[in-house]
């Protein structure tokens, strides 16, 4: 169907265009900012995330060791056992914040478990291992998934940059030619026949 | 005597080779491992838990090895059998009572706390049922008056005052110890030392352990001798030093053999391998004296720790392969059988 299906060719209409083709311009321009800064700080997060994974994978493949050799030398159901001597858990708090108007979780760390319990050297060895990077691997969790928000948010505000330029702008461009050739087309019209009475109007003078 | 140790010679026959624990541990997956499990003694394995097979396997692997042991002591002369009964169900009922104790401190389940147990007969309690029934972890340690156990109770203020569960598992632990070097008298004088051998070696190894682990941090203002209620080869006095040396290295050195080898993991952090390396030392000891006595008691003793040896190699195995892991990185673990 035609974008000019139903389109009254008034002045009005014309001017009410107008303004709204250049609140979408406009619009269209803050969405361009936004996607290239939305661009530039995933290029920068993605960095800073390569080089936290690297340096967490290395740590949590020591520790991901030290917590298999304990399995290995106490056997699952020896280990699962001393676990459940730890009382206390980990406590966390899932908070929203924004950059740039895309909310990501942040995670406050509430009670950390305290380990009191007379664990095996193996098993106490690997949980202090685990202990170490708990932050780390919160942190790292958090900013994931901040980056994946800010990639959503860069997918989405991209195909609202096109959807504008690509579509909704040349509609309504090609709505104010219509509307434009049709006033001009009007106003031609309304100049010939202006001008036939005019010179009918001079000739019955003559 | 000499029927048992033949019928013992054959026992050890039937142990895994190399190359079975070699091909076990070469299984891609848990089935592959259950298929390859069916080419050994062990024939097909039925997995009462198919959520969790390591778990399962493991039940299923202290069976045998409870199985073996009773099926030896059906053979032996009263004095030994009854000594081999109390040293293997005495360490299983200690290890049950610290996994009930575990369970009442966390407020675990009944059923939690049920499928966490070895599946052994109570020895000196009367009832294991009744522990895990029990309302509270207080309600336990009561039961535990009027048994050889007794003494977890009179720790009961160290436990209220650190809330934390290391002052009843140290007693349990000297309990089993004591209890397993008086039996020892029981035997004949030529058999107790290769007992005594093992129970001071691994009683030694562990105490150097828990010093290694209060280097730096917990119980500070805890007295070392509470700490370390039963030592042999290696004093309170060197596992003082143990605890407060800068460096590691000199002490242990300082222990001498077979301790400065066992320990020889420690400089690196890899402190599951000096179990695998007690172990290690644990199948030499009792290889050496079987090998300077054919038709003794060390037969009988060397069956047994073979046997145990082999049962938490496949647990380890099984527990690996569940989880993925390469062979490489599960055998560096586990006492491959020699020869």
Known sequence: MSSTAGVKPTKGFLMDMKRRIGFIERGTEFLKLKRDQLAKELTTSLDVLKGRRRVLMDILQEAYAAVTAAYLSLGPQEVQSQAKSIKSVLELEVLPRAVMGVRYPFVKIGEKPQVTAELDITLSVASDRVYEILDDIIRLAEFESRVERIADELGKTNRKVNALENIIIPEYKQIIKFIEDKLDEESLEELVRMKLIGGAKASRRT | ?339
Not at chain 2, 39 to 59: F, K, Q
Not at chain 2, 254 to 265: H, Q, R, T, V
Not at chain 2, 306 to 314: A, G, R, T, W
């Open chain 2, 1 to 339: 005597m000499n029927y048992v140790v033949l019928r013992t010679h054959a026992r050890i026959a039937d142990l895994l080779t190399q190359e079975q624990m070699q091909t076990l541990a070469d299984a891609r997956d848990v089935d592959d491992f259950l298929s390859k499990l069916m080419d050994t003694p062990y024939g097909a394995v039925t997995l009462d838990d198919e959520s969790r097979p390591d778990i399962a396997l493991e039940r299923v692997f202290y069976r045998k090895f409870i199985e073996r042991i009773e099926k030896i002591v059906e053979l032996t002369p009263r004095k030994i059998g009854e000594f081999l009964m109390g040293y293997y169900q005495m360490r299983f009922e200690v290890v049950d009572l610290k996994r009930i104790l575990r369970g009442k401190y966390s407020d675990a389940s009944e059923e939690e706390i049920r499928v966490s147990l070895i599946p052994i007969s109570p020895y000196m309690v009367a009832s294991y049922e009744d522990m895990v029934e029990a309302g509270s972890l207080e309600d336990v340690v009561d039961m535990l008056r009027g048994t050889p156990y007794a003494g977890v109770a009179e720790r009961m203020p160290l436990y209220e005052e650190y809330d934390a569960l290391w002052p009843l598992e140290l007693t349990l632990n000297y309990i089993n110890a004591s209890a397993i070097l008086e039996a020892v008298k029981q035997l004949p004088t030529g058999d107790r030392r290769i007992v005594r051998k093992l129970v001071e070696l691994e009683t030694d190894v562990e105490n150097v352990l828990i010093a290694v682990k209060q280097r730096g941090h917990k119980h500070e203002a805890l007295d070392v001798e509470e700490l370390f209620p039963a030592t042999y080869g290696v004093t309170v006095s060197q596992l003082k030093d143990i605890i407060e040396a800068e460096n590691l290295r000199p002490v242990i050195q300082g222990l001498g053999s077979p301790y400065a080898e066992i320990l020889g993991p420690i400089y690196t952090g890899d402190v599951a391998l000096i179990r695998t390396y007690l172990r290690l030392a644990k199948y030499d000891h009792v290889t050496a004296s079987r090998s300077a006595d054919e038709y003794g008691f060390n037969v009988i003793m060397a069956y047994l720790v073979y046997s145990e040896i082999e049962k938490d190699n496949l647990v380890g195995l099984a527990w690996g392969k569940a989880q993925g892991l390469s062979p490489k990185e599960l055998l560096k673990y586990v006492v491959i059988p020699r020869g």
